[in-house]
């Protein structure tokens, strides 16, 4: 069975201050893995994704993360935070088999970017 | 342009009423997915369909119904038998070997 563990509910960082979300994955094969943001009353946005490519991988709106299997982590980051950040992140594991791919979501980070 | 397009945005139920969230694709997407989505809870599958007329039960199946008599289309019925029904629904769906899902824009089922 896969699971997702974001550690920290909420995390709030000043403007232009370094962003680190953290996501730590368990799977028992190689996990497909993906980062989504949602704000408040709309749908989830794909951020970016991991498919056993380059292991350190670029998203957009400035955000990248990095696959590191000995920590089974991928955590996002973002070099300097801006107001429009301020949002909730989700990570969320695949298997990727089969046609369908099941998703198994983290429990979600609120990013609150202060002045 | 193409998309997901979930109606309503928001559904109001009554006790005992059966409730039909839509969902649409014009992606050409094969697969299609429901989840429900509680505060602090991050999202969970309800049910999914990789292809038309085929669909299998996710975490939370009980009290839900769905169907897939188009690759469009995957609508998605909240029995009387969801006794908790008050939450965001998102659709989404995928396509390809990456199977990346893309999501609707929800729509909030509140309860009268």
């Not at chain 1, 998203?59 to 801006?82: D, M, Q, R, V, Y």
């Not at chain 2, 469009?72 to 008050?86: D, G, I």
Request: with cysteine; aromatic share 12%; charged share 15%.
């Amino acid at each position: 069975a896969q699971s997702v563990t974001q550690l920290g509910s909420h995390v709030s960082v000043s403007e232009g201050a370094l962003v680190l979300l953290r996501c730590n994955y368990s799977s028992s094969v190689p996990p497909y893995l993906f980062w989504y943001v949602q704000y408040p009353n709309q749908g989830l946005q794909l951020l970016l994704k991991y498919t056993s490519a380059a292991t350190l991988v670029k998203g957009i709106n400035g955000f990248e993360a990095e696959f590191k299997k000995s920590e089974t982590s991928f955590h996002l980051t973002k070099p300097s935070a801006h107001m429009s950040d301020a949002a909730e992140y989700f990570c969320a594991v695949s298997d990727g088999s089969g046609t369908a791919s099941k998703l198994t979501f983290g429990t979600g980070t609120r990013l609150q970017v202060t002045l | 342009d193409g998309g997901i397009t979930q109606s309503p945005k928001y559904l109001f139920r009554k006790e005992g009423q059966n409730v039909t969230l839509s969902c649409e694709q014009n992606l050409n997407h094969d697969a299609m997915y429901w989840y429900r989505q509680d505060p602090g809870q991050g999202l969970r599958l309800i049910y999914y369909s990789q292809i038309v007329n085929d669909f299998q039960k996710g975490d939370i199946a009980e009290g839900y119904s769905v169907s897939r008599e188009k690759k469009e289309s995957f609508p998605l019925t909240v029995t009387s038998a969801q006794k908790n029904p008050t939450a965001f629904y998102l659709c989404a769906s995928s396509i390809g070997r990456l199977k990346t899902q893309y999501f609707g824009p929800g729509t909030r089922l509140l309860v009268l």
